[in-house]
T-cell receptor, first 116, second 112 residues
Framework: AQTVTQSQPEMSVQEAETVTLSCTYD???????LFWYKQPPSRQMILVIR??????QNATENRFSVNFQKAAKSFSLKISDSQLGDAAMYFC?????????????FGRGTQLTVWP | DAGITQSPRHKVTETGTPVTLRCHQT?????MYWYRQDPGHGLRLIHY???????DKGEVSDGYSVSRSKTEDFLLTLESATSSQTSVYFC???????????FGPGTRLTVL
């Protein structure tokens, strides 16, 4: 079974600084999707960014970017110019592209605190 | 935002009582999922559906059943609630092949 590991239960960053959240995964598949979801105190799960394994280029969405290292099975999220609104729990997730069911496997999350 | 609602949003019940949670979507997506979220565990899949009356078990399905009689509704039932089922429950939907899942607002269930 696929597993997703987030080794940092908590992280903190000063406003306007940059922070990187780590994620590793284990799979025998070669084609898959990776995601970062954000869960603020409102509890709503919000998709932040998505990476397709067959694409070499790292995905970016405004201040959010990923460092995807396929051989190392690593998928880190970089948040630039951190804002107070970035404070949330962040979940890394994996989905097997070959599966039409599209189920997600989640890590346990990293709680990000942003200091003013 | 994807049109997903969950009801109720909060519920407190007693051990041994049946509970049904409802997920309703307006997106006409084929795939629907139920997850539970517990501290230290992230989100874990309970059941999923790939069409009307087509459902299957996830990794933590014991004590839960589901039904999907219409594309827009996916029901999660706890036949006899236990304290270990105290959790936050999320419904999610996805398009045919995009694998991106969009989540409902969650239901906080407390079993006393």
């Amino acid at each position: 079974a696929q597993t997703v590991t987030q080794s940092q239960p908590e992280m903190s960053v000063q406003e306007a600084e940059t922070v990187t959240l780590s994620c590793t995964y284990d799979t025998s598949e070669s084609d898959y999707y990776l995601f970062w979801y954000k869960q603020p105190p409102s509890r709503q799960m919000i998709l932040v960014i998505r990476q397709e394994a067959y694409k070499q280029q790292n995905a970016t969405e405004n201040r959010f970017s990923v460092n995807f290292q396929k051989a190392a099975k690593s998928f880190s999220l970089k948040i630039s110019d951190s804002q107070l609104g970035d404070a949330a729990m962040y979940f890394c997730a994996y989905s097997d592209r070959g599966s039409t069911l599209g189920r997600l496997y989640f890590g346990r999350g990293t709680q990000l605190t942003v200091w003013p | 935002d994807a049109g997903i609602t969950q009801s109720p949003r909060h519920k407190v019940t007693e051990t041994g009582t049946p509970v049904t949670l409802r997920c309703h979507q307006t997106e006409n997506h084929r795939y629907m999922y139920w997850y539970r979220q517990d501290p230290g565990h992230g989100l874990r899949l309970i059941h999923y559906s790939y069409g009307v009356k087509d459902t299957d078990k996830g990794e933590v399905s014991d004590g839960y059943s589901v039904s999907r009689s219409k594309t827009e509704d996916f029901l999660l039932t706890l036949e006899s609630a236990t304290s270990s089922q105290t959790s936050v429950y999320f419904c999610a939907i996805s398009r045919e092949s995009a694998h991106e899942q969009f989540f409902g607002p969650g239901t906080r269930l407390t079993v006393l």
